[in-house]
């Protein structure tokens, strides 16, 4: 199970830091991803981190938000920076078992989301 937090309303520029706590006894082993939907838009990746710390970006977000995990806590983070109205969307924690992917098929397991709003 995945709960994801830390969504909330900022101004274009601002940070913000997500956060997903899994209650798997294996964090350890999935790679572990974000993604996010805008209204009448598909769901699209964010970000990825595989089992062992190697981190895949989509190229609207890179250089500006940044994945982590800590697997002695079965969390993963995502600080975004310089955040632009476009970054506005539901933000879903994801993990899959084996190696990292950007596809949202490649996950099998799916948190709540988190409402992040971006204002002008």
């Known amino acids: 199970q995945l709960q994801a937090s830390g969504g909330g309303l900022v101004q274009a520029g601002d940070s913000l830091r997500l956060s997903c706590a899994s209650s798997?006894?294996?964090?350890?082993?999935?790679?572990m991803a974000w993604f996010r939907q805008a209204p009448g838009k598909e769901r699209e990746f964010v970000a990825a981190?595989?089992?062992?710390?190697?981190?895949y970006y989509a190229e609207s977000v890179k250089g500006r938000f940044t994945i982590s995990r800590d697997n002695a806590k079965n969390t993963v983070s995502l600080q975004m920076n310089s955040l632009k109205p476009e970054d506005t969307a539901v933000y879903y924690c994801?993990?899959?078992?084996?190696?990292?992917?950007?596809?949202?098929?490649?996950?099998?397991?799916w948190g709540q989301g988190t409402q992040v709003t971006v204002s002008s």
């Open positions: 994801a993990a899959k078992v084996g190696a990292a992917g950007t596809g949202v098929f490649d996950y099998a397991y």
């Open positions: 798997g006894r294996t964090f350890g082993s999935y790679a």
């Open positions: 981190i595989s089992w062992n710390g190697r981190t």
